[in-house]
């Protein structure tokens, strides 16, 4: 009879604690939906938060944000890990203010409820930073805070809760400040700078290997626009995007395509980063660049003549066909092009196109009547001195002079 009653009393006693749990449950789902913005109906919200016992102030309120990293694997370390923190933020707070928390995976919000006699949150940094170092000390949890605005009308909720997560972010993405305000969020600026003229420099770098000089572009592209954490997280974000898709611009064709999906480089860009190590991510990616371009000049060197000239041959005639527009086509510097043309020719481009070009000549000045400034137009100069000059220069002779003496050898040789 006994064992019956204290089995009956565990069932009403776990029953008990079941249904506590699932207010909780309740509670906290629900909240998180009204911040969300998910429900919008207010005298729904009113009579919902009246039978789960939250109380929201229409005096003001504020909502809170921490979002936290670190050893954390599975369900059980997040839930464990949110216990902590909350335990200790609430401890904080809830000796100024009553307040309401919910939980979602690495985040927890707290409104707070607060009025013209309350203290202000800005009183409590100190306490509030001493909190999240000690966490981060004794459970290796590194925690970020966002702190709206204060509100005062219960459809407002949402839009203190977007404040308090773009303040959060933004403290998530700084090197040396942990506690963001709604306030500082609209002190930053959304406009950065990655001129045209930096972002040529840093694929030329690249392009040629020159792995210092790119890295060095890079830091100061970052330092210039982070220094004094006056930059908007989504203008951080979309200038870091910049600097990579220069990067992967600088190598040719596929170059990023074999890698694997978790290396994929704007796919660890998405990940929630500060901007040391999207900084990280961008030298370590430039790197990969820069040995891609060797690994593939080095693999153009074996064939490197006969691909110009070939291309010279289908192009001679182009007046825009320079040392520059042959860089453009091989996807490499001019300076550096000539360097590997001459070390394996032992002449330059410029000798190369011009070559070209006086072998065609000759052909039409053996073959037609066109005139000589005819001819140097059909073989890519703007100018008959120019071509006059180039011709004399290859074959000791003029065009006239070569014509002429042609003439006289086929003549010589029909009598």
């Given at each position: 009879m006994k064992r019956k009653?204290?089995?009956?009393?565990?069932?009403?006693?776990?029953?008990?604690?079941?249904?506590?749990?699932?207010?909780?449950?309740?509670?906290?789902?629900?909240?998180?939906?009204?911040?969300?913005?998910?429900?919008?109906?207010?005298?729904?919200?009113?009579?919902?938060?009246?039978q789960l016992g939250i109380f929201?102030?229409?005096?003001?309120?504020?909502?809170?944000?921490?979002?936290?990293?670190?050893?954390?694997?599975?369900?059980s370390e997040i839930i464990l890990s949110q216990f902590i923190i909350k335990n200790r933020v609430e401890k904080i707070l809830s000796t100024f203010y009553s307040l309401q928390s919910a939980e979602l995976l690495h985040r927890?919000?707290?409104?707070?409820?607060?009025?013209?006699?309350?203290?202000k949150i800005e009183k409590l940094q100190s306490q509030l930073q001493a909190a999240i170092e000690l966490i981060d000390h004794d459970h290796g949890i590194r925690c970020f805070i966002g702190i709206s605005h204060i509100h005062n009308n219960m459809g407002e909720i949402p839009d203190a809760y977007t404040e308090s997560l773009e303040a959060v972010t933004n403290a998530a993405m700084q090197e040396d400040k942990n506690i963001f305000y709604a306030e500082d969020v609209e002190k930053l600026s959304n406009q950065y700078e990655f001129t045209i003229e930096s972002e040529y420099r840093?694929?030329?770098?690249?392009?040629?290997?020159?792995?210092?000089?790119?890295?060095?572009?890079?830091?100061?592209?970052?330092?210039?626009?982070?220094?004094?954490?006056?930059?908007?997280?989504?203008?951080?974000?979309?200038?870091?995007?910049?600097?990579?898709?220069?990067i992967i611009r600088s190598v040719k064709e596929k170059g990023f395509s074999s890698m694997p999906v978790e290396k994929d480089p704007i796919r660890m860009m998405k990940e929630n980063l500060n901007i040391v190590e999207m900084k990280q991510i961008l030298l370590d990616f430039c790197s990969y660049a820069c040995e891609l371009n060797?690994?593939?000049?080095?693999?153009?060197?074996?064939?490197?003549?006969?691909?110009?000239n070939q291309y010279i041959r289908e192009h001679y005639f182009n007046p825009d066909l320079n040392?520059?527009?042959?860089?453009?086509?091989?996807?490499?510097?001019?300076?550096?092009?000539?360097?590997?043309?001459?070390?394996?020719?032992?002449?330059?481009?410029?000798?190369?196109?011009?070559?070209?070009?006086?072998?065609?000549s000759k052909k039409l000045l053996d073959e037609t009547d066109l005139s000589v400034n005819q001819i140097s137009k059909l073989v890519g100069y703007l100018y008959?001195?120019?071509?006059?000059?180039?011709?004399?220069?290859?074959?000791?002779?003029?065009?006239?002079?070569?014509?002429n003496l042609n003439k006289k050898q086929n003549k010589t040789i029909n009598e």
């Amino acid at each position: 009879m006994k064992r019956k009653k204290s089995k009956i009393r565990y069932s009403k006693e776990k029953m008990r604690k079941d249904l506590i749990q699932q207010k909780e449950t309740l509670k906290n789902n629900f909240l998180l939906n009204v911040m969300r913005g998910d429900v919008k109906d207010l005298k729904y919200i009113e009579e919902n938060f009246e039978q789960l016992g939250i109380f929201i102030s229409q005096n003001g309120f504020q909502i809170i944000t921490i979002e936290f990293n670190g050893a954390v694997d599975n369900n059980s370390e997040i839930i464990l890990s949110q216990f902590i923190i909350k335990n200790r933020v609430e401890k904080i707070l809830s000796t100024f203010y009553s307040l309401q928390s919910a939980e979602l995976l690495h985040r927890i919000s707290m409104i707070i409820n607060t009025d013209e006699n309350s203290i202000k949150i800005e009183k409590l940094q100190s306490q509030l930073q001493a909190a999240i170092e000690l966490i981060d000390h004794d459970h290796g949890i590194r925690c970020f805070i966002g702190i709206s605005h204060i509100h005062n009308n219960m459809g407002e909720i949402p839009d203190a809760y977007t404040e308090s997560l773009e303040a959060v972010t933004n403290a998530a993405m700084q090197e040396d400040k942990n506690i963001f305000y709604a306030e500082d969020v609209e002190k930053l600026s959304n406009q950065y700078e990655f001129t045209i003229e930096s972002e040529y420099r840093l694929i030329n770098h690249i392009k040629t290997s020159n792995k210092e000089q790119a890295f060095n572009i890079i830091e100061e592209v970052v330092c210039e626009n982070t220094k004094s954490h006056n930059l908007k997280i989504g203008y951080v974000q979309c200038l870091m995007f910049d600097i990579m898709g220069a990067i992967i611009r600088s190598v040719k064709e596929k170059g990023f395509s074999s890698m694997p999906v978790e290396k994929d480089p704007i796919r660890m860009m998405k990940e929630n980063l500060n901007i040391v190590e999207m900084k990280q991510i961008l030298l370590d990616f430039c790197s990969y660049a820069c040995e891609l371009n060797l690994s593939q000049k080095e693999m153009q060197k074996y064939n490197i003549e006969e691909d110009i000239n070939q291309y010279i041959r289908e192009h001679y005639f182009n007046p825009d066909l320079n040392v520059s527009m042959l860089g453009e086509t091989f996807h490499l510097t001019p300076a550096y092009l000539s360097k590997i043309y001459k070390s394996e020719t032992g002449n330059s481009l410029l000798y190369a196109i011009n070559s070209i070009r006086i072998e065609a000549s000759k052909k039409l000045l053996d073959e037609t009547d066109l005139s000589v400034n005819q001819i140097s137009k059909l073989v890519g100069y703007l100018y008959c001195n120019a071509f006059i000059r180039f011709f004399k220069k290859q074959t000791g002779l003029t065009p006239g002079q070569y014509k002429n003496l042609n003439k006289k050898q086929n003549k010589t040789i029909n009598e």
